[in-house]
Every structure is written in structure tokens, then in C-alpha cells.
């Protein structure tokens, strides 16, 4: 027990300490503070520093407070579940700061008419549509070879396997094992897992370099230069989580087929490629919203769309007024008049989707029709 309060402890600490952290221009677009456009020149002003000081000021003793009752409460309850309602308490706490902090930015640049005096533009680099960055088919290379092995490996041992085989889930007294009736399709369900997830990523990955660029007005060749070395990043950090993702699975399956129940074991099986996954994802967050914190190899700026060279002069322009399209404190994106699936997020590092775009409903409903139609069959078969 002392063990699991330790680890709901560091767990909301940890959660805490990325809330505190979020307003940070380290996690967000410089110009649009708390989900709010505003002019580069106003990203700074002591309006945005005044909502950042607050919210960071309430957010830190109630994630103390919180911490501490959830502690206090799974003691005397014995339950490690109270740290996932605590953990859910807070995000609720950070949001509400979030979103009074959003609406008080609003009605300051309402006030102020910020965008009064400015010259309001919008840029687009052709050539990401007629030169794209290309998918690097080679990084998925390691996720089809894990999935191989994977396969393998249960063709070898699926003659020999129990009656009964047993997964693991987690409740609200720690890690049980759930027994399921031996079949093709339980025996291999982590590996179609793998194949999906594989899938999806390349998908995913597919359609960000597809993706509609916010490019910098006032620096459109730089931006244009900073957004491709991004993407590549990006998508090569991508597949190499799904990779490290695959592996988890792989070891699953082994301790499945195993009938291993060991907890020592499977921390290490989650643990490792987890703590794996997230170091390949710190280049993500280190380029910053859209590559902004690149530099360029040449240093000096120049680049451009297309590969040409020349100096980044700058334009004069600031990136247009959009705050009408955004809801829900600038997370949710709806413009039925924007082709863009996929827009850089507002709020966070990396993309979201275009809620208003009649092509997004009908993929959605696809996908849902689609994983209903596998729970049925995966009941059926069970």
C-alpha cells in the first residue's frame, strides 16, 4: 500500500508540475497566449503576464491540497483508485483556470483593440503540396519487425497453449488478471493490436505532413524552412514510438502466452518502453509549436520554400485575427469554409482537428462504424 501511495503521490506531483508548466510558450504558440490570438507584439504585455502569474498562483496550492487529500482518502480507504479521481480533480481545476484566464485575454484585447493598428496577412508555402516531405518509409521498418516476431513467436507456441489465457488489468486494488477462452483470435489479439497501432500511426503520420502550415507572416521563408525540418522530425519521432509501443506489446503477449503473473516483470515490459517512448518524444516539445525554436543550418535565415536561397525579409504583416473559429478556450477548431483536416493546435504541441469539416464527420463516423462492427465481432467470437 505504501508503494501505490507513493507512486499516486509522484504521479499527481508530476501532473501537477506539467499543468503549472502549460501556459508556458514552451508548450504553446508565443502569439496565442491561453488559447488567445494576439498580436507578437502583445504576447508579452502585463495582461498576459498578469493571467500567467494568477493562474500559476492557484495552481499550485491546489495541487498540493489535492495531492495531500488523495493521499489521506486512499489510506484510510485503501484504494489506489482515489488517485486517478484526484488526478481528474485537477485537470478540472487547471481548466477552470484555464478558461477564466482565456476570457479575461479576450475581453483585454476587446478593450484595447489591439488588432486596431496592424496588418493582418496570411501565408502558404506551394511547395509543400507540389515537393511534401516525404514519409520515411524506412522507420517502420522496426515496427514491422517486432510484428513479425511477434507473429512468429505465437505461431510456434499457439499449439501448446492452455484452455484458458489470462491479461492483465488494473482496478481499484492494484493489477488483476482477467481469464479468457483460448482461440486464434484471443491468442493473437496483441498482435492485430500491433498491426492497428502501426497502422494508425503511419495514417496519422501521413496525413500531418499533409497538413496545413501556420506559417510566420512576418518570416515566411524561415518559417516555411523551420516547418519542413519539423515535420521530419516529427514524423520520424512518431514512428519510433510506435516502435517502442509494438515492443510493449510484444512482451505482453510473451507473459500472456506464458501465463507469467509476475508484477516485477510486467512493470519492466511497460515500463521500459514507456519511459522509451517519452524520451523519444522530448524532441517534440523541444522544437516547440510548429518548429518555431529551430534553427536553421545555415543560421542566418535564409532557405525558403522550394530550396532557394535569399535573406528572410521581414513582411511587416501579423498573423490574422482567427479567434471566432476556436472554442472551448481555443482546443476545438470548427471552420466548415477551411479545407484543412488537420490545423496546428491552438493549445499544446502539435495538431488537431477541424471539427467543422464535412470530410472529418465522415471519416469519424467510418472509424466508428468500423470499431463497433470489431467489438461485435470480438464479443461474438468470445
Known amino acids: 500500500m505504501l508503494v501505490s501511495l507513493l507512486v499516486n503521490s509522484g504521479i499527481l506531483l508530476a501532473l ?27 504576447a508579452d504585455a502585463p495582461e498576459v503576464s498578469e493571467q500567467r502569474r494568477r493562474y500559476r498562483a492557484l495552481l499550485l496550492p491546489a495541487t498540493l491540497i ?75 521498418i522496426p515496427s514491422v519487425v517486432v510484428i513479425v516476431v511477434t507473429a512468429v513467436a505465437g505461431a510456434i507456441v499457439y499449439p501448446r497453449l492452455p484452455e484458458m489465457l489470462a491479461l492483465p488489468e488494473r482496478s481499484s486494488s492494484g493489477t488483476v488478471y482477467r481469464e479468457i477462452t483460448t482461440t486464434f483470435w484471443t491468442a493473437y489479439s496483441l498482435v492485430f493490436a500491433q498491426i492497428l497501432l502501426t497502422a494508425a500511426v503511419i495514417g496519422t503520420v501521413a496525413a500531418v ?19 519542413r525540418r519539423y515535420l521530419s522530425v516529427t514524423a520520424r519521432s512518431l514512428l519510433g514510438v510506435a516502435a517502442l509501443l509494438n515492443l510493449m506489446l510484444l512482451g505482453l503477449s510473451g507473459m500472456m502466452w506464458s501465463d507469467s503473473r509476475s508484477g516485477a516483470v510486467l512493470t519492466l515490459v511497460i515500463g521500459v518502453p514507456t519511459l522509451a517512448a517519452v524520451a523519444v518524444s522530448v524532441p517534440l516539445v523541444r522544437m516547440g509549436p510548429g518548429g518555431s525554436r529551430l534553427a536553421l543550418e545555415n543560421g542566418d535565415g535564409s532557405g525558403g520554400t522550394g ?11 501579423v498573423p490574422r485575427d482567427d479567434d471566432r473559429h476556436w472554442y472551448g478556450a481555443g482546443v476545438v477548431y470548427v471552420n466548415a469554409d477551411d479545407p ?3 490545423v496546428p493546435r491552438r493549445v499544446g504541441v502539435g495538431w488537431t482537428v477541424n471539427v467543422g469539416n464535412p ?24
Not at 21 to 40: E, Q, T
Not at 84 to 112: D, F
Not at 307 to 312: A, E, H, L, P, Q
Request: proline residues 6%; glycine residues 8%.
Open 16 to 42: 501537477g508540475a506539467a499543468l503549472y508548466a502549460a501556459p508556458s510558450p514552451l508548450l504553446n504558440p508565443h502569439a496565442v497566449p491561453f488559447g488567445v490570438r494576439v498580436p507578437p507584439d502583445k
Open 66 to 140: 489535492v495531492t495531500v487529500a488523495a493521499l489521506a482518502i486512499g489510506a484510510v480507504l485503501d484504494s489506489v483508485a482515489v488517485g486517478g479521481v484526484a488526478a481528474v480533480v485537477l485537470c478540472v481545476i487547471a481548466a477552470t483556470l484555464w478558461l477564466s484566464a482565456h476570457r479575461a485575454l479576450a475581453r483585454a484585447k476587446e478593450r484595447g483593440n489591439w488588432y486596431e493598428n496592424v496588418r493582418q496577412g496570411v501565408v502558404m508555402d506551394t511547395s509543400l503540396r507540389t515537393d511534401p516531405v516525404r514519409l520515411p518509409w524506412a522507420w517502420t
Open 209 to 227: 505532413l499533409r497538413a496545413r502550415a501556420d506559417l510566420d507572416v512576418s518570416r515566411p521563408r524561415s518559417s516555411a524552412a523551420q516547418h
Open 307 to 317: 530550396g532557394s536561397g535569399g535573406s528572410d525579409e521581414g513582411t511587416g504583416l
Open 340 to 342: 484543412a483536416i488537420l
Open 359 to 382: 470530410r472529418f464527420l465522415i471519416i469519424s463516423a467510418a472509424v466508428l462504424a468500423i470499431a463497433a462492427g470489431a467489438t461485435v465481432v470480438s464479443v461474438t467470437v468470445r
